[in-house]
C-alpha cells in the first residue's frame, strides 16, 4: 500500500486546521462537556463505528493513517522521502517494523506509524549509513539514491514500554519552546523506538479550571502557578509561585500547545503521558471545602511545599473528577498518566498511604478506566505502603536509578510490580558528556534474563534533553537490538555513520570517547563530572553543581585525543552539523576538564603569595573562558540568545517579558530565592557552558573572585568578601540581548576548536 504524495500535504493540513479550531473553541468555552476532538480514533461523546469482521467474524486489525508518519518522514529527509514506501501492518503486532527494497525503493511495513519511523531509523543507521542525531545530523552525505536493503530485515521491540522524558525536562531543556521544536522532538524519539512521551507542556490548565470550582479566584491561581520554567517542580509537589505571576493568555496558549503535541503524539500511534492528579492544592483548600483534610508538606530546598490532599478524602474525587475533565477537553485521553506522590521528602501525616494511593487510582480509572500509573522510581519510592494499596498490572515504575547504584534487586525492591530500566545521565542540562553505557547493556541483557524479571520497559530520563546524542541512540537501541550489544563495535559503528561515511580518525576519536567518559562505572554517579569554568568561584571548588560528582569520572587525556582525532577527520566530512556540533562539544570537554588542572595550580600560588604566578595563572583561566564563550559560540546548539529569546516571545507586553526572561535565567544561576540558592544549594544546579552565559556570568564571576584574591595579596590582608546570591541574581534580573536565532553562531568552529587544542597542548609542554 502506498499513499499519494500529491493528497497527503492537503489531508494533513486538512486534519491539522480541524484540531486547531476545535481545540480554541475547547479553549474559548472552557467546557469538558463540548470535548470533541479525535481520541483513538473516534471521536468523543460519539461511539466508535464498529471494528471490521474478517471471514471468521473475529475483529480485523484496523488499518491506520501513515500520513502523520509520512509528515514526519518529510521533515526528517526532505530530499529523499519520496523513496520510502511506508505501509500500515496493524496485524504484525505490536511494536514490529520490516525493511526491505532495492536501492532507491525502500519499503518500510510498520504496526504503527512511530514503528514505521523506528524502521526508517534503523535503516538509516545500519544500511545507508546516516545519522539524524539529537542533535547533528549527516543525512547531507547521503546518496541520491538511497542503497538497497540486502534482505528483507524484521525487528520487533524487546519491551512494551519505551518512555521518555523527565518529570523535569521540560524546565532544564526548554518550557519556552514552539510548537516545530516540540514535534521535532517527537520525529527522534519515533525515530529511536520510544512510544511514550511525557507531555509537560500546558499541565498547569486543568489545575487553573478546575480549582476556580473550589472556591479561588482566577488571579489567585495564576499567582499560585509557577511561572513555565519552574512549574516541573510544582507538578511535582516541590514549589509554587515562582517565576509567575503567569497570565490567562499564557495558560491558554500553553494549554493549546500541549493539546497539539498530545495529539501529534496521536498521529503516530505514540501514547501521550499526561500529568494525573494525586491532590496537589493551593493554600487554604480546607478552610474553603468542608470536609477536606490537608497535610502540610514542609520544604523543599528552601521553598514552602503545597498542600496534598488526602485522597481518602470525599472532596478529593469531587476534585480529581473535575481535574481530569477539564484536562480530557484540551488533551484527550490517554492510558498513561505521571504521577509521583511523596516525591523527595513529601510527608504522609496521618494519612493511610496505602488507601490513599487506592484512591488516587481508583480516581484516574473513573475518568480513564484501565489508564497506567507511571510512577518514578527514586530515592526511597514508589514506598512498599503505596504499592501494597494499588494495582500493580496498572503500574510502572520509571526507575531512575537503574545505573547509578550497583546490588539492585528490582522484583524484591517493589514485589515484582512492572518497571522499565532507566537511566538520568544528564542532571540540570549540564554539557557534559558521558554515560554509564557498559551498564546499560549489562543490566538490561541481565535484568531481562531473571526468571522473575518484572523488567518491561527503558525510561530515557536525562533531566535535560538534546545534549548527548551517542547516548541517546544507545539506551534506545537497547529495547531493538535482538542480541547483547558489542559496546566498543557500537561506538565503531557511530563513528561510521555520524559523519556520513568510515573515517579511521573519526574512528580513533570515538574509541577515545567510549573508553573513557562513556565506560563510567556505576556505584555512586550516573552523569560525569561538570566543569570548574562555570561553578562559583572558590579556590577549592570540587563541581559547579552541589549534587554533581566532585572529581573527574575518567581520564582527562583521552577527550583532548579525541579533539585531536576529530581536527584530523577527512576535510569531506566535515560540513556536517553532526561533525561541527562533536567538534566544539569535544572542544568545550577537553577545556572544561582543564578547569580542573588549572585551579589547583592557582591556588598553590595563591597560598604561595606567588603574585606572579597567580597574575599568569589567572591570566590563563580567563583566556580559556573566553575560547570557551567563542568554541560554543559557533554552534547554534549553545547560544542562551535562543533560551532567552524564547521566553520572552511568550509574553504580551514588556513587563511580561521580562518576568519570563527572568524565569529562565534564573532557573540557570540562582534557580529560586536565597533560601533556595542557598540553604537548598540549588544555585548552578543547572549550570551549563553556553556562549552568553559563559561570557556574562560565569567570566565575569570567576574575574571579580580573582580580583578580590589578588587585591588581598598586593595588600597582605584577608580577600574581602563577595555576596554571590547578590551578583547571580543580579544578572537574573538583566534583559541583556545575545545572538539567537539562524544567524546567532559566529566563528568557524574547526579553527577555534584548533586553538583550543593548541592551548591544552601548550599547557600540558610547559607542565613537563
Known amino acids: 500500500m502506498t499513499n499519494s504524495p500529491s493528497r497527503r500535504p492537503r489531508r494533513a493540513r486538512l486534519r491539522r486546521r480541524i484540531a486547531l479550531a476545535t481545540l480554541a473553541a475547547l479553549l474559548g468555552a472552557g467546557s469538558p462537556a463540548l470535548a470533541g476532538t479525535a481520541d483513538g480514533g473516534h471521536v468523543r461523546g460519539r461511539a466508535p463505528a464498529p471494528p471490521p469482521q474478517g471471514l471468521s467474524g473475529a475483529p480485523r486489525p484496523r488499518a491506520f ?63 545507508a549509513g546516516a545519522d539524524i542525531g539529537w542533535p547533528g545530523e549527516s543525512i547531507g552525505m547521503l546518496p541520491a539514491r538511497l542503497p538497497a536493503v540486502p534482505a528483507p530485515v524484521t525487528r520487533s521491540a524487546l519491551v512494551p514500554h519505551r518512555y521518555a522524558l ?55 491561581l495564576r499567582e499560585w502557578i509557577p511561572g513555565p520554567g519552574h512549574q516541573s517542580w510544582w507538578l511535582l509537589q516541590n514549589l509554587s509561585g515562582f517565576g509567575g505571576p503567569v497570565s490567562e493568555r499564557l495558560v491558554r496558549e500553553r494549554a493549546e500547545l500541549g493539546g497539539r503535541i498530545a495529539e501529534q503524539l496521536r498521529g503516530l500511534g505514540m501514547t501521550p503521558v499526561l500529568p494525573g492528579y494525586f491532590g496537589t492544592v493551593p493554600p487554604g483548600f480546607a478552610a474553603r471545602n468542608a470536609g477536606a483534610k490537608t497535610v502540610a508538606q514542609g520544604d523543599w530546598a528552601g521553598f514552602e511545599r503545597p498542600d496534598w490532599l488526602d485522597p481518602s478524602s470525599p472532596v478529593f474525587g469531587k476534585l480529581a473528577a473535575a481535574y481530569y475533565a477539564e484536562q480530557r477537553a484540551v488533551f484527550g485521553d490517554s492510558a498513561m498518566y505521571r504521577m509521583s506522590p511523596l516525591h523527595e521528602g513529601g510527608t504522609a501525616g496521618t494519612v493511610d498511604v496505602k488507601a490513599a494511593a487506592r484512591a488516587v487510582q481508583s480516581a484516574l480509572h473513573a475518568a480513564h478506566p484501565g489508564a497506567m500509573w507511571a510512577v518514578l522510581g527514586w530515592q526511597d519510592s514508589p514506598k512498599a505502603e503505596l504499592l501494597a494499596g494499588v494495582d500493580t498490572s496498572k503500574l510502572l515504575i520509571l526507575d531512575g536509578l537503574s545505573d547509578r547504584y550497583n546490588q539492585l534487586d528490582r522484583e524484591t525492591r517493589w514485589g515484582g510490580a512492572p518497571y522499565a530500566m532507566g537511566t538520568i545521565y544528564n542532571f540540570g542540562g549540564h554539557t557534559t558528556i558521558g554515560a554509564n553505557t557498559s551498564v546499560w547493556i549489562d543490566r538490561f541483557g541481565s535484568w531481562r534474563a531473571k526468571s522473575n524479571s518484572a523488567l518491561k520497559g527503558i525510561a530515557y530520563l536525562p533531566e535535560a534533553t538534546g545534549t548527548n546524542p551517542a547516548a541517546f541512540d544507545l539506551f534506545t537501541d537497547l529495547a531493538w537490538e535482538p542480541g547483547p550489544i558489542d559496546q566498543r563495535k557500537w561506538f565503531a559503528d557511530f563513528a561510521g555513520r555520524r559523519y556520513g561515511r568510515p573515517d579511521k580518525e573519526a574512528a580513533a576519536a570515538w574509541e577515545e570517547l567510549r573508553a573513557g567518559p562513556y565506560s563510567t562505572s556505576s556505584g555512586l554517579w550516573s552523569e560525569s563530572q561538570d566543569s570548574l569554568f562555570t561553578a562559583r568561584p572558590s579556590l577549592t571548588a570540587v563541581g559547579a553543581a552541589y549534587w554533581s560528582p566532585t572529581s573527574m569520572r575518567y581520564p582527562a587525556d583521552g577527550v583532548r585525543r579525541a579533539l585531536d582525532h576529530l581536527l584530523k577527520v577527512d576535510p569531506k566530512l566535515r560540513g556536517s552539523s553532526a561533525y561541527r556540533f562533536d567538534l566544539v562539544d569535544t572542544a568545550r570537554q577537553a577545556l572544561a576538564n582543564h578547569s580542573r588542572v588549572l585551579l589547583p595550580k592557582i591556588k598553590a600560588a595563591y597560598e604561595a603569595a606567588d603574585l606572579t604566578r597567580f597574575r599568569a595563572l589567572t591570566a590563563e583561566w580567563a583566556d580559556g573562558e573566553r575560547q570557551l564563550d567563542a568554541v560554543t559560540g559557533s554552534d547554534p546548539n549553545f547560544l542562551l540568545g535562543d533560551w532567552l529569546s524564547a521566553a520572552r516571545s511568550w509574553g504580551a507586553d514588556e513587563a511580561e517579558q521580562d518576568r519570563y526572561e527572568y524565569d529562565a535565567r534564573a532557573i ?67 534583559t541583556t540581548r545575545h545572538p539567537s536565532g539562524p544567524n546567532g553562531p559566529s566563528g568557524d568552529p574547526y579553527a577555534l576548536a584548533a586553538k583550543i587544542a593548541a592551548a591544552l597542548k601548550s599547557s600540558e609542554g610547559a607542565a613537563r
Do not use: K
Open 65 to 127: 493513517d501513515v500520513g502523520p508518519a509520512r509528515d514526519a518522514l518529510e521533515r526528517l529527509l526532505p530530499r529523499h522521502a519520496g523513496q520510502f514506501t511506508l505501509v500500515p501492518d496493524p496485524a504484525a503486532g505490536a511494536d514490529r517494523f520490516t525493511v526491505s527494497g532495492p536501492a532507491g525503493a525502500i519499503t518500510v511495513r510498520g504496526s504503527t506509524g512511530a514503528t514505521l519511523l523506528t524502521g526508517v531509523g534503523w535503516y538509516l543507521q545500519h544500511v
Open 668 to 734: 540557570l544561576s540562582v534557580w529560586g530565592r536565597r533560601s533556595t540558592s542557598e540553604g537548598g544549594f540549588l544555585h548552578d544546579y543547572a549550570n551549563r557552558e553556553w556562549s552568553g552565559l559563559i561570557g556574562e556570568l560565569y567570566a565575569p564571576r570567576w574575574a571579580a573572585y580573582f580580583a578580590a584574591l589578588e587585591e588581598s595579596l598586593v595588600r597582605r590582608a584577608a580577600p574581602r568578601e563577595i555576596d554571590w546570591h547578590d551578583f547571580e541574581e543580579e544578572w537574573a534580573r538583566r
Open 166 to 220: 523527565n518529570d523535569t525536562d521540560d524546565g532544564y531543556s526548554g518550557a519556552y519552546r514552539t510548537f516545530e521544536q516540540h514535534q521535532r522532538q517527537i520525529d527522534l524519539l519515533a525515530l529511536h523506538g520510544i512510544n511514550e512521551v511525557f507531555v509537560q507542556a500546558g499541565a498547569e490548565y486543568p489545575y487553573y479550571r478546575a480549582l476556580q470550582g473550589f472556591g479561588y479566584s482566577a488571579a489567585e
